[in-house]
């Protein structure tokens, strides 16, 4: 039997909706897959190995908090460099792609594991010690598991 869609009167609307959102998501995990598997060259700063754990961050230049955020983030960037891929989307420039990540608040930090599934979220700004503290935590459950 086939799914069909049909329109709101007859409830299957959301219904196909949200299969359609579960399906986009699935492919969108699987293109990020490989374009980091594949990924770029070494003026990209993609690493030679893949990373545990990946913090993205989706924030904008005119938001304060996100502005504070970017010194901590370099920092604990250039300390988990070679663990941690740290990646930044610009919600202004880029509102096709923030569509999918259902933000409430700026800045989100989005912590994806090994397989990009998506393991945590923060949303506003966060001190250095917490977010070091949950890449600890995430970097310890991902070695655990290889």
Request: hydrophobic share 40%.
């Amino acid at each position: 039997m086939r799914f069909r869609p049909t329109t709101a009167e007859g409830g299957n609307g959301e219904k196909f909706a949200e299969v359609l959102s579960c399906m986009f998501v699935r492919w969108l995990r699987i293109v990020i897959a490989m374009l980091f598997t594949l990924g770029g060259g070494a003026g990209q700063g993609w690493a030679a190995e893949k990373p545990l754990v990946t913090l993205l961050t989706l924030g904008s230049p005119d938001c304060l908090s996100c502005r504070l955020m970017e010194p901590v983030l370099e920092r604990l960037q250039a300390e988990y460099h070679e663990r941690v891929r740290f990646s930044y989307i610009n919600v202004d420039q880029q509102r096709d792609q923030v569509r999918n990540y259902r933000l409430r608040r700026l800045p989100t930090l989005i912590f994806y594991d090994q397989r990009f599934y998506e393991v945590q979220r923060h949303e506003g700004s966060w001190d250095r010690e917490s977010i070091a503290r949950a890449l600890e935590k995430m970097l310890l459950l991902a070695e655990e598991a290889n």
